[in-house]
């Protein structure tokens, strides 16, 4: 096997375009236990989100977790299926053309979002192929993660790093690392939190919960646990929320070590417990709803709530597709690449802008 993809014909490729490639964790193809397997093996199989020697791990993996878990996962999928697939799949290539026409409508030109996942399809190596043949020769790659971690951010560059070790002519590539602190996303997130108290009330307490990773990560010097607390500590202070009417938890424990605590179900079944009326649990980790939010919170955890004693439980859906979130993101990208977007003189976007404004009322020239 050649060790070098083959290049587009030279003369082929067109002027050179800016690419930006936002990436998501994955997803199965379909909620059966025959997708779900496949999907599970290579994200398991990932040695960021496992630590464990592969010698001991894939005996573990192959002849106890791929035979249990994926018909359990499977049911989990089912019950938050949407008509077009995957909740996950769904809002990241919703948010991806939802970029395009924000950053287009910006005046930006000759640049391609597209997306991917890092687990399953389309996969990261497929859309940056994708994005070569349509003359992308400075891709900016967009992790959907706020917050750093090895297990996330750091594997979705590796995976971009072993695409790129195949072809003979690069591009310029750049990395969003994070941006838990950004003010603009900051803002979407307590914008989402507000309207929801505007439609609903404010509850007793307000619960921040991210993923889990193991507490070892932490020791060994990943970034996450201090970049989650920045983004509550953030949301909290746009929320004007005092100390006592808000929490950061971690969910989404695998296996029996120990991961981030507090852990968002122990907390909210003491909040049961404790006969607290209301509690609103919002996600600042995850952009766009998926089966950690659908089904582990707004499922799993409201029953746990509800069964301790709790009164009242809500859910905060994710920024998903809400403008203020897509002017973040756009924001953030644009911080990152601004010698990389071309722009049309001011007359030009003037004129252009009328143009697009006769053109959607028929007004003619």
């Known amino acids: 096997m050649a060790r070098y ?3 587009p014909a030279r003369g082929e490729t067109g002027a050179p375009r800016t690419g930006v490639l936002l990436v998501n964790l994955g997803t199965p193809a379909a909620p059966t236990a025959a997708a779900v397997r496949p999907y599970l093996k290579e994200f398991l199989s990932d ?8 010698l001991a791990w894939w005996p573990i993996l192959n002849g106890i977790i791929l035979n249990i878990r994926p018909k359990k996962s499977a049911e989990k999928y089912a019950s938050i299926w949407m008509d077009d697939g995957s909740p996950l799949q769904v809002h990241t290539e919703r948010q991806a053309k939802l970029l395009a026409g924000c950053l287009g409508h910006d005046g930006a030109r000759d640049v391609q979002v597209d997306w991917a996942m890092r687990y399953g399809s389309p996969s990261i190596p497929r859309v940056l192929g ?3 043949a349509d003359a992308c020769s400075r891709i900016l790659v967009v992790p959907l993660y706020p917050q750093y971690a090895a297990s996330t951010t750091a594997s979705v560059i590796d995976e971009v790093a072993a695409c790129l070790t195949h072809w003979r002519n690069l591009p310029e590539i750049r990395f969003i690392r994070d941006f838990h602190d950004h003010p603009a996303y900051i803002d979407a997130l307590a914008q989402s939190v507000r309207d929801h108290w505007i439609a609903a009330g404010e509850p007793d307490k307000l619960v921040m919960s991210f993923h889990g990773i193991p507490s070892r990560s932490v020791g060994l010097g990943d970034p996450y646990h201090d970049e989650c607390r920045t983004t509550a500590r953030l949301l909290a202070e746009r929320l004007h929320l005092p100390p006592e009417r808000w ?4 969910q989404s424990r695998f296996g029996k070590a120990e991961w981030l605590k507090p852990y968002t179900q122990a907390t909210l079944e003491a ?3 404790s006969r607290t009326e ?3 649990v919002v996600c600042p980790g995850f952009p766009a709803d998926c089966l950690e939010t659908l089904e582990e919170i707004a499922m799993e955890c409201r029953a746990a709530f509800i069964e301790a004693g709790g009164k009242t439980f ?3 859906p994710c920024l998903n597709e809400r403008h203020d979130w897509i002017s973040a993101l756009a924001a953030i990208v644009r911080s990152r690449i601004p010698d990389w977007l071309e722009f049309p003189p001011a007359g030009v976007q003037k004129l252009e802008a009328v143009g697009q404004r006769g053109r959607a009322t028929g007004a003619g020239y």
């Open 5 to 7: 993809w083959p290049e």
């Open 278 to 280: 209301r509690v609103d």
């Open 271 to 273: 909040l049961g417990r």
């Open 130 to 132: 994708r994005m070569k």
């Open 47 to 54: 040695p960021r989100v496992v630590e464990i020697p592969k």
């Open 247 to 250: 929490q950061l938890t971690f």
């Open 314 to 316: 809500r859910y905060i």
